[in-house]
């Protein structure tokens, strides 16, 4: 089994290498996506892949928004909305944590809540609230917050929510945060059925009459493949990820997901940091560790991380 300190590190290393791995498959249908075996950084030749201009290799808004919150936490030593929402400002504006400083591919959603940011609205009122502001962006993101977070379960699920809020307000996103965290919790617990207990929990954390229980106990339900969309749906993203990750190994589960087509880099994030954290880095192909771009942006912080382990 790997160690606690090759987990977190996985999945740190996980959620950035399947963004990158599914930056150039990006809105292509499940039928325009390669072969299985072909679905590397760099897609077969005469492939016509998305963000061409991006070199192979290349963390998208996912893996950028993640270091951001991930440095926001180790400075504040606590989930600061405010100061989370300056850095997402900083990365859009500026390219904070974006590799080369380059800022592509930018959510609907987040854009409009980075620019009510700038005009000085709340962090937890920036988000949009209505039915159309799921969105993934707050999902694909939220990984480190589950990694560094050492309170309790109730504790951990409040700041899933908050850190939702800053761009996606409504209560399905934040509840979608919410389970991910504590299905990522359970992981790191080694407990042998994770997704269930940590749906488990939340329940029982929600109590009966909650919004958050009505959205959980409608959407959150058993499926089976053919449901499986890799949408940019939260609810399809989260159900694109759990069930890649039980398609094998750290390789072959980040394959699945991509093979979903569609949203690739967000689907491969999310997949990509649960594979990590079950795995380890070790169970992370060398040549996908060794081809990440931008490791310079995350070194020290993934150090002050695993300090705490």
């Not at 919410?178 to 940590?198: K, V």
């Not at 339900?221 to 940019?232: A, K, Q, W």
């Not at 072959?252 to 994030?269: E, M, P, S, V, W």
């Not at 060398?286 to 020290?300: A, E, N, Y």
Request: hydrophobic share 35%; net charge negative; glycine share 12%.
């Amino acid at each position: 089994m790997p160690t606690s300190k090759e987990r977190i590190a996985g999945a740190l290393y996980g959620l950035l290498i399947g963004d990158a791995l599914g930056v150039p498959y990006e809105f292509r249908p499940p039928e325009a996506i390669p072969p299985k075996e072909q679905i590397e950084f760099m897609p077969p030749r005469r492939y016509d892949r998305a963000h061409a201009g991006v070199p192979p290799g290349t963390w998208s808004d996912d893996g950028a928004q993640a270091l951001v919150l991930l440095a926001s936490l180790l400075d504040c030593g606590r989930f600061d909305a405010e100061d989370f929402g300056q850095g997402l400002v900083a990365w859009y504006d500026e390219g904070y944590m974006a590799v080369d400083g380059k800022v592509f591919d930018v959510g609907i959603q987040t854009s409009s809540s980075i620019r009510a940011l700038r005009r000085g609205t709340s962090a937890l009122e920036a988000g949009g609230t209505d039915e159309y502001s799921n969105g993934n962006g707050s999902l694909m993101r939220v990984m480190p917050l589950a990694l560094w977070h050492c309170g309790t379960d109730a504790q951990l699920v409040a700041d899933a929510h908050a850190q939702s809020r800053v761009t996606h307000g409504h209560p399905r996103s934040q509840m979608c945060c919410a389970l991910y965290c504590l299905w990522a919790r359970r992981i790191f617990q080694e407990h042998p059925q994770p997704w269930g207990d940590a749906l488990t929990t939340l329940q029982s954390l929600y109590g009966d009459d909650s919004v958050y229980r009505k959205e959980l106990d409608y959407h959150i339900r058993p499926f089976n493949e053919s449901e499986v969309t890799g949408s940019g749906y939260v609810i399809d993203c989260l159900r694109s990820a759990l069930w890649a990750s039980n398609q094998g190994g750290f390789e072959d589960a980040l394959k699945a997901a991509i093979a979903l087509g569609r949203d690739t880099d967000t689907t491969g994030c999310v997949t990509g940091g649960i594979v990590g954290l079950r795995e380890g880095v070790d169970a992370i192909p060398s040549r996908w560790r060794t081809g990440l771009l931008g490791k310079d942006l995350f070194k020290d912080r993934l150090g002050q991380l695993l300090l705490r382990f």
